[in-house]
Protein backbone atom coordinates (compact mmCIF):
# COMPACT_ATOMS: atom_id res chain seq x y z
CA UNK A 1 0.00 0.00 0.00
CA UNK A 2 0.99 3.40 -1.09
CA UNK A 3 1.09 6.14 1.53
CA UNK A 4 0.29 9.61 -0.04
CA UNK A 5 -0.11 12.97 1.13
CA UNK A 6 -2.21 15.82 -0.21
CA UNK A 7 -3.04 19.32 0.25
CA UNK A 8 -5.79 21.26 -0.50
CA UNK A 9 -4.23 24.93 -0.50
CA UNK A 10 -6.39 27.79 0.41
CA UNK A 11 -5.71 31.14 -0.62
CA UNK A 12 -8.91 33.62 0.07
CA UNK A 13 -11.85 31.60 -0.97
CA UNK A 14 -10.22 29.25 -3.81
CA UNK A 15 -8.11 26.11 -3.57
CA UNK A 16 -5.65 24.74 -5.93
CA UNK A 17 -6.36 21.74 -8.02
CA UNK A 18 -3.72 20.08 -10.31
CA UNK A 19 -3.97 17.87 -13.38
CA UNK A 20 -2.16 14.84 -13.46
CA UNK A 21 0.03 13.87 -16.68
CA UNK A 22 -1.08 11.59 -18.55
CA UNK A 23 1.78 9.19 -18.38
CA UNK A 24 1.14 8.54 -14.87
CA UNK A 25 -1.81 6.74 -12.87
CA UNK A 26 -4.93 8.26 -13.32
CA UNK A 27 -3.57 10.37 -16.12
CA UNK A 28 -5.70 13.65 -16.95
CA UNK A 29 -7.63 12.82 -13.67
CA UNK A 30 -7.90 16.17 -11.18
CA UNK A 31 -6.52 15.97 -7.79
CA UNK A 32 -5.15 17.66 -4.73
CA UNK A 33 -1.31 18.20 -4.94
CA UNK A 34 0.94 16.03 -3.56
CA UNK A 35 2.63 12.88 -3.69
CA UNK A 36 3.94 9.39 -1.98
CA UNK A 37 5.88 9.46 1.02
CA UNK A 38 9.34 8.65 1.02
CA UNK A 39 11.83 6.96 3.40
CA UNK A 40 12.64 8.71 6.40
CA UNK A 41 10.12 11.72 6.10
CA UNK A 42 7.39 12.93 7.99
CA UNK A 43 4.17 13.17 6.00
CA UNK A 44 4.59 17.12 6.50
CA UNK A 45 7.77 16.98 5.04
CA UNK A 46 6.54 14.99 2.01
CA UNK A 47 3.94 17.39 1.08
CA UNK A 48 6.22 20.54 1.62
CA UNK A 49 8.69 18.85 -0.63
CA UNK A 50 5.71 17.68 -3.10
CA UNK A 51 4.22 21.12 -3.60
CA UNK A 52 7.85 22.53 -4.24
CA UNK A 53 8.57 19.98 -6.96
CA UNK A 54 5.33 20.31 -8.27
CA UNK A 55 4.62 23.51 -8.33
CA UNK A 56 7.17 25.24 -7.21
CA UNK A 57 5.24 27.21 -4.20
CA UNK A 58 5.26 27.29 -0.57
CA UNK A 59 2.37 26.52 2.09
CA UNK A 60 1.79 26.09 5.39
CA UNK A 61 0.52 22.97 6.18
CA UNK A 62 -2.73 23.04 8.91
CA UNK A 63 -4.28 20.04 10.09
CA UNK A 64 -5.03 16.52 8.67
CA UNK A 65 -8.23 17.24 6.96
CA UNK A 66 -9.95 13.48 5.85
CA UNK A 67 -7.94 9.97 5.72
CA UNK A 68 -9.22 8.25 2.54
CA UNK A 69 -8.02 4.40 2.01
CA UNK A 70 -8.61 3.44 -1.60
CA UNK A 71 -7.90 0.30 -4.14
CA UNK A 72 -7.47 1.34 -7.66
CA UNK A 73 -7.03 -2.06 -9.88
CA UNK A 74 -3.45 -1.23 -9.96
CA UNK A 75 -2.89 -0.03 -6.00
CA UNK A 76 -4.12 0.55 -2.68
CA UNK A 77 -3.25 4.15 -1.16
CA UNK A 78 -3.84 6.01 1.54
CA UNK A 79 -4.33 9.29 0.87
CA UNK A 80 -3.26 11.30 3.85
CA UNK A 81 -5.65 14.88 3.08
CA UNK A 82 -4.19 18.12 5.04
CA UNK A 83 -5.74 21.82 5.00
CA UNK A 84 -2.91 24.21 3.86
CA UNK A 85 -2.39 28.33 3.35
CA UNK A 86 -0.67 29.50 0.20
CA UNK A 87 2.29 31.48 1.21
CA UNK A 88 4.26 32.68 -1.53
CA UNK A 89 4.97 32.05 -5.40
CA UNK A 90 3.57 31.64 -8.73
CA UNK A 91 2.40 28.36 -9.52
CA UNK A 92 3.59 26.62 -12.27
CA UNK A 93 2.75 23.21 -13.81
CA UNK A 94 5.94 21.26 -13.03
CA UNK A 95 5.30 18.01 -12.64
CA UNK A 96 1.68 18.01 -13.52
CA UNK A 97 -0.44 18.91 -16.44
CA UNK A 98 -2.19 21.82 -15.67
CA UNK A 99 -3.17 23.52 -12.14
CA UNK A 100 -6.42 25.88 -11.67
CA UNK A 101 -7.28 27.79 -8.53
CA UNK A 102 -11.23 27.10 -7.98
CA UNK A 103 -14.21 27.72 -5.79
CA UNK A 104 -15.10 24.54 -3.64
CA UNK A 105 -18.50 24.32 -5.45
CA UNK A 106 -16.20 24.00 -8.88
CA UNK A 107 -14.83 20.81 -7.74
CA UNK A 108 -18.14 19.51 -9.26
CA UNK A 109 -16.77 20.72 -13.18
CA UNK A 110 -13.73 18.58 -12.80
CA UNK A 111 -13.20 15.01 -12.97
CA UNK A 112 -11.48 14.21 -9.94
CA UNK A 113 -9.23 11.08 -9.20
CA UNK A 114 -11.78 8.68 -7.64
CA UNK A 115 -10.44 8.96 -4.01
CA UNK A 116 -10.81 12.65 -3.52
CA UNK A 117 -14.45 12.39 -4.26
CA UNK A 118 -15.29 11.58 -0.65
CA UNK A 119 -12.82 14.97 0.51
CA UNK A 120 -14.88 16.68 -2.18
CA UNK A 121 -18.29 15.81 -0.73
CA UNK A 122 -17.25 16.51 2.71
CA UNK A 123 -15.12 20.42 1.51
CA UNK A 124 -19.48 20.63 -0.67
CA UNK A 125 -20.73 19.76 2.79
CA UNK A 126 -19.08 22.11 5.51
CA UNK A 127 -17.04 24.61 3.51
CA UNK A 128 -13.33 25.78 3.88
CA UNK A 129 -13.35 27.04 7.35
CA UNK A 130 -14.13 23.45 8.96
N1 LIG B 1 -0.93 13.46 -5.02
C1 LIG B 1 -2.13 12.91 -5.05
N2 LIG B 1 -2.26 11.61 -5.43
C2 LIG B 1 -3.49 11.11 -5.45
C3 LIG B 1 -4.64 11.87 -5.10
N3 LIG B 1 -5.73 11.09 -5.24
C4 LIG B 1 -5.33 9.87 -5.66
O1 LIG B 1 -6.03 8.90 -5.90
N4 LIG B 1 -3.94 9.88 -5.79
C5 LIG B 1 -3.17 8.71 -6.21
C6 LIG B 1 -2.61 8.80 -7.60
C7 LIG B 1 -1.38 7.92 -7.51
O2 LIG B 1 -1.78 6.56 -7.69
C8 LIG B 1 -0.91 8.12 -6.07
C9 LIG B 1 0.11 9.23 -5.91
O3 LIG B 1 1.20 8.99 -6.67
P1 LIG B 1 1.98 10.14 -7.48
O4 LIG B 1 2.36 9.57 -8.77
O5 LIG B 1 1.21 11.43 -7.48
O6 LIG B 1 3.18 10.35 -6.52
P2 LIG B 1 4.63 10.91 -6.88
O7 LIG B 1 4.50 12.25 -7.56
O8 LIG B 1 5.40 10.81 -5.61
O9 LIG B 1 5.08 9.79 -7.93
P3 LIG B 1 6.36 9.60 -8.82
O10 LIG B 1 6.08 10.37 -10.07
O11 LIG B 1 7.51 10.12 -8.04
O12 LIG B 1 6.35 8.12 -9.04
O13 LIG B 1 -2.07 8.52 -5.35
C10 LIG B 1 -4.48 13.23 -4.71
O14 LIG B 1 -5.42 13.97 -4.40
N5 LIG B 1 -3.21 13.70 -4.71
Given amino acids: MLIVTAGIIKKGNKILITQRKDEKNQALKWE ?3 GKLEEDETPKECLRREIMEELDIKIEIEDIYEVVYHKYENVTILLLCYMAKYILGNPRAIECNDFKWI ?3 ELKDYDLAE ?3 K ?3 KLLGSGLNN
Avoid: Q, S, T, Y
Fill in 32 to 34: FPG
Fill in 119 to 121: IRN
Fill in 103 to 105: EIE
Fill in 115 to 117: ADK
